[in-house]
């Protein structure tokens, strides 16, 4: 076992170490003919629902921001949630983009197959090439990041944000929105990037394990705004996994309304730095009241007290939810707990 985990002390933090070469494996492995079926698909779609569940919803999240940008409204929808909000609006000409890792979650499955009975087609997501989501899809784009083992999800996030990226890419190229060079530029940006990350990684891992040592309270909050919102979401979910905290991902407008009333001094806020202008505002007002507060703040962000890489809006989502897998995977480490199998928890959520 520890030769699987290739010297690393938990498949979870083997699985962090990962994700730059996942990430290139990913967008070399996307076949053209297939991006270019599941990008018409899209394109000609009379409406697009995109499902999934826990860490493959949060990616369905950020990849709605994609498609917003490109001028595509797409309904997120949790697939749990899907026959019940959706469904009935499925008709020959409705498209599901259907996200998961292990392509045998049963919600989605159930859901892929109800739609299907209504006429929709199909564009399936998932780690598992012979999986039954494969299976079920019209057409489907693997995401190649290799077998991951913990179940807190981790080098299978940040690669699925990355095939969904190329496939808003790919149907902006239908709609005739970008070029083909600019799809190969972003190609070049995902190199870029992670080669940053690899090189960056030992100094993450230091730094979560210091901010870990800060952190003893039972509850937390991790919020942002705007495309890293999901990885506020995506952070308090890992906090659950790794490190059995409480943890609630919150809008960064939203603290206001409500949950700051919880924080009290010394109370953990984790705010990552919104990665749009029109934020910023906001995110130093929200700083302020905090430090007013005594509440115990950590930013993350390029030169954060979790400082991830430097990276373009589109790509920040990658480069922000990486310290916050590692401070979950250091907090449980701290607590002793059992990181790459929670008690209670599976891999594939089949019911
Ligand atoms: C992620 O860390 C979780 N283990 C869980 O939320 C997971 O993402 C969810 O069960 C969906 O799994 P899937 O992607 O294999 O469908």
Do not use: W
């Not at 297939?34 to 000609?44: C, E, H, K, Q, R």
């Not at 299907?116 to 489907?140: C, D, F, P, Q, W």
């Not at 984790?270 to 029109?278: F, T």
């Amino acid at each position: 076992e520890i030769a699987e985990k290739g010297g690393f002390t938990h498949f979870m933090l083997k699985e962090i170490y990962d994700i730059p070469t996942a990430l290139v494996n990913s967008v070399e492995s996307l076949l053209e003919k297939y991006l270019t079926l599941a990008s018409m698909i899209v394109f000609g779609a009379k409406k697009v629902f995109i499902i999934g569940n826990g860490t493959s919803l949060h990616a369905g999240l950020i990849s709605s921001y994609y498609f917003s940008d490109i001028g595509l409204n797409v309904n997120v929808v949790s697939a749990a949630e899907f026959p019940y909000y959706g469904l009935e609006s499925i008709t020959t000409g409705s498209v599901i983009i259907a996200i998961s890792q292990s392509g045998e979650t049963s919600d989605v499955i159930r859901s892929v197959k109800l739609a299907k009975m209504r006429g929709a087609v199909i564009v399936g997501i998932t780690n598992s090439v012979g999986s039954r989501l494969a299976l079920e899809s019209n057409v489907y784009l693997p995401i190649t990041a290799g077998p991951e083992m913990a179940v807190p999800a981790t080098k299978t996030f940040t690669s699925t944000i990355t095939v969904l990226k190329v496939l808003s890419l790919y149907t902006a190229y239908q709609m005739g929105k970008v070029s083909k060079k600019e799809i190969e530029e972003f190609k070049s940006e995902i190199k870029t990037l992670s080669k940053s990350i690899a090189e960056k990684l030992p100094k993450l891992e230091k730094d979560a394990e210091s901010v870990a040592s800060l952190l003893d309270k039972e509850s937390l909050y991790v919020s942002s705004s705007g495309i890293n919102y999901p990885i506020a979401l995506e952070g308090a979910l890992k906090f659950k996994e790794a490190s059995m905290t409480h943890a609630e991902g919150v809008q960064l407008g939203e603290l206001l309304h409500g949950p700051i009333v919880l924080a009290n001094k010394g109370y953990p806020i984790i705010l990552i730095k919104p990665a749009e202008d029109y934020a910023e505002d906001l995110y130093n007002k929200v700083i302020r009241l905090v430090k007013d507060r005594g509440i115990k703040l950590i930013t993350v962000s390029p030169g954060g007290d979790l400082d991830s890489v430097k990276t373009s809006r589109d790509l920040s989502p990658i480069s922000n939810v990486i310290p916050l897998q590692l401070l979950a995977y250091k907090l449980g480490v701290k607590k002793e707990l059992p990181i790459d199998t929670p008690p209670g928890l599976v891999k594939a959520v089949i019911i």
